[in-house]
């Protein structure tokens, strides 16, 4: 079934609604869903709030008047990306990982694709850490189902998210490390399905309620703590500045400077942001955030020429990033920075009012480590939380028009 956004009808979003609703109908199947950093700041939109507004307690409630069993925050699982890709940053940098650097981002699945495509070549760049996405449906299907004892087999896993790539994200062969973890084929993968924040929102309308007058309710436990730094990644330059703070940690092993807490620099909706961060020990590392995927194209050649001054970059296939995905509200919002610096604005609120501002201080994910994990980088965090890449430049090849379907 596909609903149609775009206004001539071109271009259709897969609905998947139907899928979840028949597994939170059925008693024997726990239905675990996450919530992205940027469907908090767009859903309200949908029920006539001013834009930006943050709906995070509002968002839980609605969830578990659905009927879902667990809620989680996929802001937990960004602290841990950040955990898993600042680590291998460091040890690029220091050599111990003979991967080249510039080191890319990898948790936009757009962008990951564009690299697949047009620049296979610098495949080893990419982090080979998987979104947060990716990271918590994981751990659900392992982690949470040995400590509640609940049957991987069982678990009907959802994310809500602010995007539809991210639908063909949970769909790739690699992405099914909880099947492999348990040596069983009955473990479906590690995401059953993606929810939009549009489809979202159509089911809290359908099932009769009142998004706006609900109480503010808390995210469950274990995998539900957040920080700052986790929030900040719904924005363009958002995983860059959690990235570096807890490189920071990482390599000095003392909490960042307080600048780092804003990064000015790489923040704001220009298309190209560059900064240089000084980190003792690590010297300087440059750093360049890029938003839009026509603007990587420049950044890319200068890679593949081999004369990129940049350590590390990040590339969000959508302008301004995840805040402004395909699929977050539209209809109350046409694009224009103003949308996208006030959304921006609500993330960046929820990080300075944050307890915790870094990643490696989130008290859940010291805890998943100690008593799961091991340590970044570990054996068994290679197996859940880390992925590889193909090169699709073949498929796009064949997918070209050949020079005859031009022919009139
Ligand atoms: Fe999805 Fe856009 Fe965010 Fe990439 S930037 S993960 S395509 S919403």
């Not at 995007?163 to 993968?189: G, H, L």
């Not at 790489?266 to 300087?284: L, N, T």
């Not at 965090?381 to 005859?404: C, G, N």
Request: hydrophobic letters at 40%; glycine letters at 8%.
């Amino acid at each position: 079934q596909c609903i149609h956004w775009c206004p001539s009808g071109a271009i259709s979003e897969r609905e998947d609604i139907d899928q979840v609703a028949k597994a939170l109908a059925d008693p024997k199947i726990t239905v675990v869903v996450q919530t992205a950093p940027a469907t908090r700041i767009g859903l309200g939109e949908e029920f006539g709030l001013p834009v930006g507004t943050n709906v995070q307690g509002k968002q839980v409630a609605a969830l578990r008047k659905l009927g879902f069993d667990v809620i989680f925050d996929t802001n937990f699982a960004a602290d841990l990306t950040i955990m898993e890709e600042g680590t291998e940053l460091v040890k690029r940098i220091t050599g111990e990982l003979h991967h080249p650097l510039p080191q890319f981002t990898s948790c936009c699945p757009g962008w990951v694709k564009f690299v697949e495509y047009y620049y296979p070549e610098l495949l080893p760049n990419l982090s080979s850490a998987k979104s947060p996405q990716q990271m918590a449906g994981a751990l659900v299907k392992t982690y949470f189902a040995e400590k509640n004892h609940v049957e991987p087999q069982k678990i009907f896993s959802v994310a809500i998210m602010p995007c539809t790539a991210k639908k063909f994200e949970c769909q790739r062969p690699e992405m099914i490390s909880a099947q492999t973890y348990w040596q069983d084929e009955q473990v479906s993968p590690d995401v059953d399905v993606v929810l939009t924040t549009r489809e979202l929102a159509r089911m809290i309308k359908r099932a009769g309620i009142d998004l706006p007058s609900l109480p503010d309710e808390e995210y469950d436990q274990l995998m539900g703590v957040a920080t700052g730094a986790g929030a900040i990644f719904g924005t363009t330059g958002g995983v860059m500045e959690a990235a570096v703070r807890s490189a920071y940690y990482l390599v000095t092993g003392e909490q960042p400077p307080a600048a780092l807490w804003q990064l000015t620099p790489v923040r704001g909706m220009e298309g190209v942001k560059e900064a240089a961060v000084s980190i003792p020990g690590a010297g300087e590392i440059r750093i360049a955030v890029i938003s839009g995927l026509d603007n990587a194209r420049a950044i890319m050649e200068q890679v593949k020429a081999g004369n990129s001054p940049w350590t590390f970059i990040e590339v969000m296939a959508c302008p301004g990033g995840c805040q402004y995905g395909g699929g977050q509200p539209r209809s109350s919002a046409p694009p224009s920075d103003g949308v996208r610096n006030t959304r921006a604005a609500s993330l960046y609120k929820i990080d300075a009012q944050a307890k915790l501002r870094n990643s490696h201080d989130n008290p859940q994910i010291k805890q998943v480590y100690a008593e799961f994990l091991t340590a970044p980088l570990s054996e068994k965090a290679e197996e859940l939380l880390h992925t590889h890449y193909i090169s699709r430049a073949e498929e796009f090849d064949a997918k070209k028009p050949q020079s005859h379907e031009y022919e009139v």
